[in-house]
Every structure is written in C-alpha cells, then in structure tokens.
C-alpha cells in the first residue's frame, strides 16, 4: 500500500513505547490494525490530488504529548483557537424564544450544547486559572484563579492522570449543557450520542485550527 512502511511517528516519545510495551506484554496484543469483512471487494479509483488547503491542514494536523515547558502562546493565538473552534458565526432567530448559532462545526439539531472551559497555564497576557469561554461576547469569564502549577495539577486530574497534560500552555474542558440536547431530543437513546458526536467534531476542528497557526 502508498502508505505501508512510512514512519508518521515522529512525535512519539520514549514513554509511549514502554507504555504500549507494558500493555502487550500485560494483555497481549491489540486487534489488528486493518479489518476486513470479507465481502466482496469493489476496487476504487485513485483519489484526487489532494492540492487544496483543507488536504494540507490535514495532513499537518498532529496530536502530541510534548510541548515547550519555558514557552508560551500569545492572547492572539488563543482568541483565533478559542474564536474558529466554539466562536459564534451567525444566528437566526427561529422562534421569539428560539435561537440557532451558527459556528464552525456541526451540532445536532444546531443546539451546539458544548461549552468550552480553558485551564490557562502560559498565555501571555491572561492570568492563569480556570476560565468560561463566553461565546456572546468572545471574552473569557474568570472562574477561579490558580498558580501556573495548580493549573497543571488539574489538568493532570482532568486528563485521567496523565503526566503529560502539565505542560500543556492551555487545556480546553469540553462540558455538555445536556438540558439544550434533550430538550430536542427527549428521552431518546441516542441523544447522549448526540452530545459525544459534538465533542468529536469540536476537537477536530480545535486540531486543525492549531495545526493552521503552527502549534
């Protein structure tokens, strides 16, 4: 295959690999990568070249563990993160009582329930602490204060202990308003679904939106 044999590795860090080491030999190994159904195969044709600039983004797009400990991101940085990944866009008024925001990822019946909390650790000009961000006004509302490594700490706690989360410059806390999904979707069993789909797509955008300004 085009891809078989390419090292995409490059950010892995020693302690990954002793970590999945540990699991293998703990667990065995995990089902392979690949899945086929044994079907009938339907060949494909070859994609497009891939010129534009979404394909570029997302071929720079990377998750990563490691981050600049003596570094910071500037206020500028953060508010384009903050703005193009949860930002309001537009809005309609469908009812008096009614209101659809129009933002950069899709949301279930377009409630957008997510709200985004920001641990801020390094970001000049931005006090660290736990913060609200506020996307009527695109302000940040203080939640409580804490000193950079109080803000480490808790973004430790946050990410099920990983250490890795402590030097993070900025944490991003996705919580769910589930009362705006479920009062479309009432008592339905696939509205918590609904909830984690707008998670997913809120994180890839965040991802892309970084791997635009080089983070």
């Known amino acids: 295959t085009r891809w078989e044999g390419q090292n995409v590795w490059n950010e892995l860090g020693e302690t990954e690999l002793i970590d999945a080491e540990r699991t293998i030999a703990t667990w065995g190994p995990p089902p392979p990568a690949l899945h086929t159904t044994g079907g009938r195969v339907v060949p494909l044709p070859e994609p497009s070249p891939a010129d534009g600039r979404v394909f570029e983004l997302l071929g720079r797009r990377r998750t990563t563990r490691s981050f600049d400990r003596d570094g910071s991101i500037s206020a500028e940085e953060f508010a384009t993160i903050l703005f193009y990944t949860f930002g309001a866009h537009g809005s309609f008024r469908v009812q008096d009582e009614l209101v659809a925001l129009r933002k950069t990822s899709p949301s279930g019946g377009a409630l957008h329930p997510t709200e985004a909390y920001p641990l801020v650790r390094a970001v000049d000009g931005v006090a660290p602490g736990v913060y609200h961000y506020d996307v009527g006004r695109h302000a940040l509302e203080l939640v409580a204060s804490l000193e950079p490594t109080e803000v480490g700490e808790l973004a430790v706690e946050i990410a099920a202990g990983q250490p890795f989360a402590r030097d993070a410059h900025a ?45």
């Not at 999904?181 to 991802?207: C, I, N, P």
């Open 171 to 215: 944490t991003v806390i996705l919580a769910a308003r589930f009362a705006r999904t479920f009062w479309k979707y009432r008592k339905h069993e696939r509205a918590y679904g609904v909830v984690l789909m707008d998670a997913a797509h809120l994180s890839q955008t965040f991802h892309l939106v970084c791997a635009d300004l080089g983070l």
